[in-house]
Structures are given as C-alpha cells and as structure tokens.
C-alpha cells in the first residue's frame, strides 16, 4: 500500500498535507490534508544592514526593498493594488498542487513562471534499515509546473507523482517537509536571485 505524506509551510504560515493511516515510527496529526497560502511579492534578502526595523523587535534591516525579480511584480494602479496570487494543495490519492496568479503587471506578459519550493524529505525505509532525512533542495522544481502569463494571469496545476516522479516510493512512508512555495521566472532574461511571488503574508 502506498502512504504517504506532504508537510507544507510557508514563509509566514505552516500546515500540513497527508493521505495515511497512523505511522508506527512517527508523531502526526490524525488529520492533516489540505494547504492554502497566499503568494506575495518575493524579495532579496537582507545581507548587508543600512537601518533598523520598526516594532520591538527592531532587527537591523536593509533600505530599500529589493523584488527578486523588478521584472515581473504585481501591478499597482495609481494607489491601489490590483495583483493577488494563492498556493492550494490537498492529498487523497495523490497531492495536488495548484498555484494561481492574476493582476500581475503588463511587464510578465508572455513571461514563463514555474512553481518552485524549497523541500527536505523524510522516510522511514532507507539503506540503513531505518529513518533518514535527505539533504534540503532548495527552489526544487514541480516538474513541468510552468505557466505563461497572459492577460495578467498564471495559473498551475500538477500532482507530486507527476512533477516529481518517483518521490512517492510505493510501501515506505515518506514525509515533504516543504518550506517556501513560490513562482519563479524562468524567461525573459534579466537575473532573477529568487521566485518573483512567495508564500507568505501581508498584514494592513
């Protein structure tokens, strides 16, 4: 029989995804099969401190805010902020994985965006007769998951047999542990240090 499991977290959000019964090697929920996260706008991480951030936490910080990629952002008409994207996935048979975009700027039409996520994974059968955790991926592929923008929408649709074939062993319970789930620019030129649209949340 094939179990299996999915554990998805966001940036900001985590939840999990699974489609088996109780493992006699691990600690899980009794129910965890769905994943929703909104996609925000992905940005260069801060390496080299200029200012501080606001709240109590006050973390150095770096001035300004640099996008992934300038190229493809979400568009803001005047004031007002049209773009809004969201990452699903639910398990049964098989996990399914869906990521759509709209209200993206005139600047992506024609662009190729491809789900990426950052992914460790977890077995209970390996070549040591026991548990194992692989090596982290980080911005690993979804198969062929790629949309082109049109009309300023992008929408993906896949399952994990299908853009990673293979990661589902049949008989051995697998765990994703998946941190950042995003979209990434994969033409147009220009270079791109991460996914233009990320998992994560945006507070007023």
Known sequence: MLR???IVGGACLGAALMVSPALGQRSIPKKANKYQATLVQGVVSCTAANTTA???????????????DD????LIDGDKFKGGGQAKSKAKDDVAVQVKLKG????CEGL?????????????????????????????????A???????????????????PGALVNGVNTEFMVGRVGMLRTTGGGTISGPAFISGLLLP
Do not use: H, W
Not at 104 to 107: E, G, I, Q, T, Y
Not at 113 to 126: G, H, M, N, Q
């Open 4 to 6: 299996r499991i999915l």
């Open 54 to 68: 606001p709240g109590v936490l006050a973390t150095p910080a770096c001035d300004p805010v640099v996008p992934n």
């Open 71 to 74: 190229t493809c952002v979400y």
């Open 104 to 107: 993206l700027d005139p600047a």
């Open 112 to 144: 190729t965006l491809c789900a990426v996520a950052d992914v460790e994974a977890s077995y209970d059968t390996c070549a040591s007769s026991g548990t194992c955790t692989g090596e982290r991926n980080e911005q690993l592929p979804l198969g062929v």
């Open 146 to 164: 790629c949309c082109v923008v049109e009309k300023g929408k992008c929408q993906v649709k896949t399952t994990i047999n299908a853009a990673l």
